[in-house]
Protein backbone atom coordinates (compact mmCIF):
# COMPACT_ATOMS: atom_id res chain seq x y z
CA UNK A 1 0.00 0.00 0.00
CA UNK A 2 2.59 2.60 -1.64
CA UNK A 3 -0.13 5.22 -2.18
CA UNK A 4 -1.73 5.38 1.41
CA UNK A 5 -0.14 8.53 3.46
CA UNK A 6 -0.26 8.70 7.27
CA UNK A 7 -2.58 11.03 9.00
CA UNK A 8 -2.08 10.85 12.19
CA UNK A 9 -2.29 8.13 14.49
CA UNK A 10 -4.51 5.04 13.03
CA UNK A 11 -5.47 7.33 10.35
CA UNK A 12 -4.69 6.39 6.76
CA UNK A 13 -5.28 8.33 3.10
CA UNK A 14 -6.50 5.87 1.11
CA UNK A 15 -7.41 5.38 -2.54
CA UNK A 16 -11.98 5.10 -2.25
CA UNK A 17 -11.45 2.28 -5.69
CA UNK A 18 -9.81 -0.43 -3.17
CA UNK A 19 -12.55 0.07 -0.41
CA UNK A 20 -15.72 -2.45 -0.70
CA UNK A 21 -19.58 -1.72 1.01
CA UNK A 22 -19.47 -3.61 3.84
CA UNK A 23 -22.49 -5.84 5.95
CA UNK A 24 -24.37 -2.95 6.90
CA UNK A 25 -26.90 -3.35 9.93
CA UNK A 26 -29.68 -1.18 7.81
CA UNK A 27 -32.15 -3.41 6.24
CA UNK A 28 -33.24 -0.84 3.40
CA UNK A 29 -29.72 -0.33 2.94
CA UNK A 30 -28.04 3.33 1.92
CA UNK A 31 -29.98 6.56 2.18
CA UNK A 32 -29.51 8.11 -1.11
CA UNK A 33 -30.54 11.93 0.39
CA UNK A 34 -28.43 11.48 3.19
CA UNK A 35 -25.30 10.57 0.54
CA UNK A 36 -26.36 13.85 -1.51
CA UNK A 37 -26.27 15.99 1.83
CA UNK A 38 -23.03 14.88 3.25
CA UNK A 39 -21.77 15.69 -0.59
CA UNK A 40 -22.86 18.79 -0.47
CA UNK A 41 -20.47 19.87 2.85
CA UNK A 42 -17.71 21.70 2.09
CA UNK A 43 -15.83 20.39 5.73
CA UNK A 44 -13.78 17.10 5.90
CA UNK A 45 -15.73 14.26 6.81
CA UNK A 46 -14.76 12.04 9.65
CA UNK A 47 -12.64 9.06 9.07
CA UNK A 48 -14.66 5.66 7.71
CA UNK A 49 -13.70 2.63 9.25
CA UNK A 50 -12.78 -0.49 6.87
CA UNK A 51 -11.97 -3.83 7.61
CA UNK A 52 -8.54 -4.58 7.25
CA UNK A 53 -8.75 -8.30 6.22
CA UNK A 54 -11.21 -7.50 3.66
CA UNK A 55 -11.01 -3.79 3.08
CA UNK A 56 -14.73 -3.43 3.60
CA UNK A 57 -16.05 -0.72 5.53
CA UNK A 58 -17.28 -1.25 8.78
CA UNK A 59 -18.59 2.44 9.70
CA UNK A 60 -19.06 5.09 6.97
CA UNK A 61 -20.38 4.03 3.74
CA UNK A 62 -22.50 7.28 3.11
CA UNK A 63 -19.17 8.98 3.26
CA UNK A 64 -18.07 7.00 1.15
CA UNK A 65 -20.31 7.03 -1.40
CA UNK A 66 -20.39 11.12 -1.03
CA UNK A 67 -16.34 11.03 -1.40
CA UNK A 68 -17.33 9.26 -4.63
CA UNK A 69 -19.96 11.77 -5.74
CA UNK A 70 -17.41 14.67 -5.05
CA UNK A 71 -14.76 12.87 -7.50
CA UNK A 72 -12.27 12.39 -4.72
CA UNK A 73 -9.57 9.74 -5.44
CA UNK A 74 -8.59 9.22 -1.81
CA UNK A 75 -10.88 8.93 1.81
CA UNK A 76 -9.44 9.19 5.24
CA UNK A 77 -9.44 5.33 6.58
CA UNK A 78 -9.33 4.11 9.65
CA UNK A 79 -8.51 0.32 10.25
CA UNK A 80 -9.98 -2.40 12.42
CA UNK A 81 -8.68 -5.40 13.29
CA UNK A 82 -10.62 -8.71 14.15
CA UNK A 83 -13.33 -11.16 13.46
CA UNK A 84 -16.34 -10.57 10.93
CA UNK A 85 -19.00 -11.09 13.91
CA UNK A 86 -16.82 -8.51 15.89
CA UNK A 87 -16.77 -6.21 13.03
CA UNK A 88 -20.40 -5.87 12.31
CA UNK A 89 -20.76 -5.11 16.21
CA UNK A 90 -18.98 -2.68 15.89
CA UNK A 91 -20.51 -1.32 13.03
CA UNK A 92 -23.92 -1.33 15.18
CA UNK A 93 -22.27 0.29 18.06
CA UNK A 94 -21.00 3.19 15.63
CA UNK A 95 -24.32 4.00 14.04
CA UNK A 96 -26.18 4.03 17.00
CA UNK A 97 -23.34 6.49 18.42
CA UNK A 98 -23.36 8.63 15.48
CA UNK A 99 -24.40 9.69 12.13
CA UNK A 100 -27.82 8.74 10.63
CA UNK A 101 -29.89 7.03 13.50
CA UNK A 102 -30.72 3.15 12.67
CA UNK A 103 -34.69 2.84 12.65
CA UNK A 104 -36.39 0.35 15.08
CA UNK A 105 -36.57 -2.47 12.88
CA UNK A 106 -32.31 -1.92 12.09
CA UNK A 107 -31.85 -2.35 15.82
CA UNK A 108 -34.13 -5.45 16.43
CA UNK A 109 -32.49 -7.54 13.70
CA UNK A 110 -28.83 -6.19 14.91
CA UNK A 111 -29.84 -7.36 18.22
CA UNK A 112 -30.92 -10.92 17.29
CA UNK A 113 -27.90 -11.15 15.04
CA UNK A 114 -25.68 -9.94 17.89
CA UNK A 115 -26.87 -12.72 20.24
CA UNK A 116 -26.45 -15.40 17.76
CA UNK A 117 -22.72 -14.72 17.07
CA UNK A 118 -22.18 -13.34 20.55
CA UNK A 119 -24.64 -15.47 22.98
CA UNK A 120 -22.35 -14.81 25.89
CA UNK A 121 -22.71 -10.97 25.66
CA UNK A 122 -24.99 -9.93 28.78
CA UNK A 123 -28.70 -8.41 27.69
CA UNK A 124 -27.65 -4.92 28.84
CA UNK A 125 -23.96 -5.48 26.70
CA UNK A 126 -26.39 -5.73 23.61
CA UNK A 127 -28.74 -3.43 24.61
CA UNK A 128 -26.41 -0.80 25.02
CA UNK A 129 -24.67 -1.80 22.11
CA UNK A 130 -28.02 -1.45 19.66
CA UNK A 131 -29.77 0.91 21.06
CA UNK A 132 -32.29 -1.06 22.29
CA UNK A 133 -34.22 -1.80 25.65
CA UNK A 134 -32.52 -4.39 28.13
CA UNK A 135 -36.17 -6.27 28.36
CA UNK A 136 -36.30 -6.12 24.47
CA UNK A 137 -32.98 -7.85 24.34
CA UNK A 138 -33.75 -10.59 26.57
CA UNK A 139 -37.10 -10.96 25.19
CA UNK A 140 -35.30 -11.73 21.94
CA UNK A 141 -33.06 -14.48 23.46
CA UNK A 142 -36.09 -15.98 24.97
CA UNK A 143 -38.08 -16.23 21.76
CA UNK A 144 -35.54 -17.54 19.19
CA UNK A 145 -34.06 -20.74 19.14
CA UNK A 146 -31.36 -19.92 17.25
CA UNK A 147 -29.45 -18.15 19.87
CA UNK A 148 -26.73 -20.23 21.25
CA UNK A 149 -27.95 -21.55 24.87
CA UNK A 150 -24.51 -20.37 27.24
CA UNK A 151 -23.73 -20.51 31.37
CA UNK A 152 -22.32 -17.45 31.60
CA UNK A 153 -23.01 -13.91 30.85
CA UNK A 154 -20.41 -10.81 30.04
CA UNK A 155 -21.42 -7.45 31.11
CA UNK A 156 -20.93 -4.07 29.75
CA UNK A 157 -18.16 -3.90 32.55
CA UNK A 158 -15.84 -6.67 31.12
CA UNK A 159 -16.76 -9.43 33.85
CA UNK A 160 -17.87 -12.97 33.28
CA UNK A 161 -20.84 -13.98 35.70
CA UNK A 162 -22.09 -17.44 35.72
CA UNK A 163 -26.34 -17.89 35.04
CA UNK A 164 -25.71 -20.23 37.75
CA UNK A 165 -24.64 -17.54 41.17
CA UNK A 166 -24.81 -20.37 43.85
CA UNK A 167 -20.94 -20.00 44.02
CA UNK A 168 -21.17 -16.06 43.96
CA UNK A 169 -23.83 -16.16 46.68
CA UNK A 170 -21.59 -18.25 48.95
CA UNK A 171 -18.85 -15.95 48.30
CA UNK A 172 -21.06 -13.03 49.67
CA UNK A 173 -22.00 -15.07 52.51
CA UNK A 174 -18.29 -15.67 53.78
CA UNK A 175 -17.42 -12.01 52.92
CA UNK A 176 -20.03 -10.85 55.11
CA UNK A 177 -19.53 -12.75 57.71
CA UNK A 178 -15.85 -12.19 57.36
CA UNK A 179 -16.38 -8.19 57.23
CA UNK A 180 -20.28 -7.24 58.30
CA UNK A 181 -19.29 -3.62 57.71
CA UNK A 182 -18.11 -3.99 54.63
CA UNK A 183 -20.13 -2.03 52.07
CA UNK A 184 -22.24 -4.16 49.39
CA UNK A 185 -20.60 -2.37 46.48
CA UNK A 186 -17.58 -3.71 47.82
CA UNK A 187 -18.30 -7.51 48.94
CA UNK A 188 -20.47 -7.63 45.11
CA UNK A 189 -17.11 -6.44 43.21
CA UNK A 190 -14.53 -9.16 44.99
CA UNK A 191 -17.46 -11.76 44.56
CA UNK A 192 -18.15 -10.49 40.96
CA UNK A 193 -21.38 -10.40 41.40
CA UNK A 194 -23.99 -7.60 41.09
CA UNK A 195 -25.18 -5.04 44.25
CA UNK A 196 -28.69 -6.26 43.66
CA UNK A 197 -27.17 -10.41 44.66
CA UNK A 198 -24.78 -8.86 47.47
CA UNK A 199 -27.61 -7.07 49.07
CA UNK A 200 -30.54 -10.13 48.32
CA UNK A 201 -27.84 -12.51 50.18
CA UNK A 202 -27.37 -9.97 52.85
CA UNK A 203 -31.07 -9.97 53.71
CA UNK A 204 -31.63 -13.55 53.33
CA UNK A 205 -28.89 -13.92 56.14
CA UNK A 206 -30.41 -11.46 58.14
CA UNK A 207 -33.73 -13.58 58.30
CA UNK A 208 -31.30 -16.89 58.81
CA UNK A 209 -31.99 -18.46 55.25
CA UNK A 210 -29.33 -19.97 53.53
CA UNK A 211 -27.63 -17.34 50.94
CA UNK A 212 -28.63 -19.76 48.09
CA UNK A 213 -32.71 -19.84 47.05
CA UNK A 214 -33.85 -23.34 47.06
CA UNK A 215 -35.18 -24.68 43.45
CA UNK A 216 -38.16 -22.54 42.17
CA UNK A 217 -37.36 -19.70 44.88
CA UNK A 218 -37.61 -16.57 42.51
CA UNK A 219 -34.15 -14.95 42.18
CA UNK A 220 -32.46 -12.08 40.86
CA UNK A 221 -29.25 -12.12 38.72
CA UNK A 222 -27.94 -9.31 36.97
CA UNK A 223 -27.54 -11.20 33.32
CA UNK A 224 -31.03 -11.50 33.33
CA UNK A 225 -33.43 -10.05 35.79
CA UNK A 226 -35.83 -7.37 34.36
CA UNK A 227 -35.58 -3.95 35.17
CA UNK A 228 -39.16 -4.44 36.87
CA UNK A 229 -38.41 -7.33 39.28
CA UNK A 230 -36.68 -4.72 41.30
CA UNK A 231 -39.09 -3.69 44.13
CA UNK A 232 -40.36 -0.18 43.69
CA UNK A 233 -41.33 2.48 45.35
CA UNK A 234 -45.28 3.06 45.84
CA UNK A 235 -46.18 6.02 43.24
CA UNK A 236 -47.05 8.48 45.91
CA UNK A 237 -43.53 8.29 47.14
CA UNK A 238 -42.39 9.58 43.78
CA UNK A 239 -42.48 12.98 42.25
CA UNK A 240 -40.75 15.66 40.88
CA UNK A 241 -37.91 17.49 42.10
CA UNK A 242 -38.45 19.88 45.05
CA UNK A 243 -36.19 22.86 45.36
CA UNK A 244 -37.63 23.06 49.14
CA UNK A 245 -36.09 19.53 49.54
CA UNK A 246 -32.59 20.30 47.82
CA UNK A 247 -32.40 23.34 49.66
CA UNK A 248 -33.11 20.73 53.00
CA UNK A 249 -30.47 18.02 51.59
CA UNK A 250 -28.18 20.75 50.88
CA UNK A 251 -28.16 21.90 54.54
CA UNK A 252 -27.15 18.32 55.88
CA UNK A 253 -23.43 18.26 57.09
CA UNK A 254 -23.72 14.31 56.88
CA UNK A 255 -23.68 15.42 52.91
CA UNK A 256 -21.62 18.21 53.11
CA UNK A 257 -18.44 16.82 54.68
CA UNK A 258 -17.78 14.10 52.24
CA UNK A 259 -16.50 14.38 48.73
CA UNK A 260 -18.79 11.46 47.47
CA UNK A 261 -22.42 13.72 49.28
CA UNK A 262 -21.26 16.87 47.93
CA UNK A 263 -20.78 15.01 44.06
CA UNK A 264 -24.78 13.79 44.93
CA UNK A 265 -25.22 17.12 45.86
CA UNK A 266 -24.23 18.83 42.57
CA UNK A 267 -26.18 16.70 40.49
CA UNK A 268 -29.40 17.01 42.11
CA UNK A 269 -28.57 20.77 41.74
CA UNK A 270 -28.03 20.37 38.31
CA UNK A 271 -30.96 18.55 37.78
CA UNK A 272 -33.36 20.57 39.63
CA UNK A 273 -32.09 23.95 38.11
CA UNK A 274 -32.11 22.56 34.58
CA UNK A 275 -35.49 21.15 34.92
CA UNK A 276 -36.70 24.74 34.60
CA UNK A 277 -35.39 24.92 31.37
CA UNK A 278 -36.30 21.73 29.73
CA UNK A 279 -38.93 23.58 27.41
CA UNK A 280 -36.39 25.94 25.78
CA UNK A 281 -34.11 23.05 25.22
CA UNK A 282 -36.57 20.85 23.42
CA UNK A 283 -37.35 23.54 21.07
CA UNK A 284 -33.35 24.18 20.86
CA UNK A 285 -32.57 20.62 20.00
CA UNK A 286 -31.76 19.70 15.97
CA UNK A 287 -33.70 17.46 13.96
CA UNK A 288 -31.12 15.26 13.35
CA UNK A 289 -30.01 14.70 16.70
CA UNK A 290 -33.68 13.77 18.26
CA UNK A 291 -33.23 10.28 18.10
CA UNK A 292 -29.45 10.10 19.73
CA UNK A 293 -30.80 12.70 22.56
CA UNK A 294 -33.88 10.60 23.54
CA UNK A 295 -31.69 7.76 23.90
CA UNK A 296 -29.06 9.54 25.88
CA UNK A 297 -31.93 10.80 27.96
CA UNK A 298 -33.41 7.38 28.36
CA UNK A 299 -30.03 5.80 29.44
CA UNK A 300 -29.43 8.60 31.95
CA UNK A 301 -33.35 7.82 33.51
CA UNK A 302 -32.62 4.18 33.47
CA UNK A 303 -29.44 5.27 35.62
CA UNK A 304 -31.24 7.16 38.15
CA UNK A 305 -34.21 4.57 38.45
CA UNK A 306 -31.40 1.91 39.16
CA UNK A 307 -30.34 4.42 42.01
CA UNK A 308 -33.41 5.09 43.49
CA UNK A 309 -34.40 1.02 43.00
CA UNK A 310 -30.85 0.80 45.55
CA UNK A 311 -31.79 2.74 47.79
CA UNK A 312 -35.23 2.07 48.47
CA UNK A 313 -33.82 -1.79 48.78
CA UNK A 314 -31.47 0.00 51.53
CA UNK A 315 -34.16 1.38 53.54
CA UNK A 316 -36.30 -1.46 53.19
CA UNK A 317 -33.20 -3.26 55.62
CA UNK A 318 -32.87 -0.34 57.22
CA UNK A 319 -36.00 0.29 58.22
CA UNK A 320 -38.37 -2.72 57.54
CA UNK A 321 -42.23 -2.70 57.79
Known amino acids: MNDCQDDGPGIVSFPIMQVLPGDSPRLEGEDKVHVLRLAALESPLPPILVDRRTMRVIDGIHRLMAASIKGLEVID ?3 FDG ?3 DAFLKAVEANVEHGLPLTQADRTAAALRILKSHPSMS ?12 RAVAGLRRSSDSVPKSNFRIGRDGKVR ?12 ELIRENPEASLRQVARTAGVSPATALDVRRRLERGDDPVPSQGSPVTF ?3 APRNALPEQSPAAIGPPSTATLEKLMRDPSLRQSELGRRLLRMFKENVLGAKDMNDIVASVPSHCLELIIQLSRHNSQIWEDFAQELNRRARVVNPE
Open 83 to 85: SSE
Open 123 to 134: DRAIAKSTGLGA
Open 77 to 79: VEF
Open 162 to 173: PLNGAEGRLRVA
Open 222 to 224: EAE
